[in-house]
Nanobody, 124 residues
Framework: QVQLVESGGGLVQAGGSLRLSCAASGRRFSGYAMGWFRQAPGKEREFVGAISWNGGSTSYADVAKGRFTISRDNAKNTVYLQMDVLKPEDTAVYYC?????????????????WGQGTQVTVSS
């Protein structure tokens, strides 16, 4: 059973930074891509970014480009989302997710496993 546990969310002022972590267990972490998604109140869940199995390739949604960075430490079975220059519109529950593939997609339906989410609130 694959388990994903996010941490690192919280309340931050606009312009600040947060680093989210997602610890994975239950299968060989290094064999699979990982993704980050978010869901703001009243909105659908959306893609934020993703990273390939070895960290060699990443993809970001337009809202994340230039401000967010995804990385992974396969030795620690953990993927990270570094978020800088945060804006109030970044307020959402952030989820990490894992597909059954080495390579990522931007479609949430391709992701089999999901964490419980961590709340990020950015105040103006």
């Amino acid at each position: 059973q694959v388990q994903l546990v996010e941490s690192g969310g919280g309340l931050v002022q606009a312009g600040g930074s947060l680093r989210l972590s997602c610890a994975a267990s239950g299968r060989r972490f290094s064999g699979y891509a990982m993704g980050w998604f978010r869901q703001a109140p009243g909105k659908e869940r959306e893609f934020v970014g993703a990273i390939s199995w070895n960290g060699g390739s990443t993809s970001y949604a337009d809202v994340a480009k230039g401000r967010f960075t995804i990385s992974r430490d396969n030795a620690k079975n953990t993927v990270y989302l570094q978020m800088d220059v945060l804006k109030p519109e970044d307020t959402a529950v952030y989820y990490c997710a894992a597909p059954e593939s080495r390579w990522y997609t931007i479609r949430q339906y391709d992701y089999t496993y999901w964490g419980q989410g961590t709340q990020v609130t950015v105040s103006s």
